[in-house]
């Protein structure tokens, strides 16, 4: 069974910053690729960053150049730091984590997303 647990969102002024975490528990094999995605009051939900097996990252236009994705393979842990924040960022923040895991010799798929992180940028 796995695990996938957000962290690090909170209340902040335009222009601050945040650190997001999204770390997986459980009987992981690998943790494969990873996207985040976030939702503002009334919208529909929107992927927003990932990153690759191999470290390969992609950006949504909307935060590319503010937003930086990162991932510690030996902790099963993405990042998301986010840099010069505006109150157009505030939403709720999710991870979507896909890989394998093991038990015994048996090996299985997982497709996860986390709990949500909320996000405030006041102006």
């Known amino acids: 069974q796995v695990q996938l647990v957000e962290s690090g969102g909170g209340l902040v002024r335009t222009g601050g910053s945040l650190s997001l975490s999204c770390a997986a528990s459980?009987?992981?094999?690998?943790?494969?690729?990873v996207d985040w995605y976030r939702q503002a009051p009334g919208k529909q939900r929107e992927m927003i960053a990932g990153?690759?097996?191999?470290?390969?990252?992609n950006y949504a236009d909307s935060i590319k150049g503010r937003f930086a994705v990162s991932r510690d393979n030996g902790k099963n842990t993405v990042y998301l730091q986010m840099n010069n924040l505006r109150p157009e960022d505030t939403a709720v923040y999710y991870c979507?984590?896909?890989?394998?895991?093991?038990?015994?010799?048996?090996?299985?798929?997982?497709?996860?997303w986390g709990q949500g992180t909320q996000v405030t940028v006041s102006s």
């Open positions: 979507n984590a896909r890989g394998i895991t093991v038990e015994g010799t048996r090996y299985s798929n997982f497709d996860m």
């Open positions: 459980g009987s992981i094999f690998s943790v494969n690729g």
């Open positions: 990153i690759t097996t191999g470290g390969r990252t």
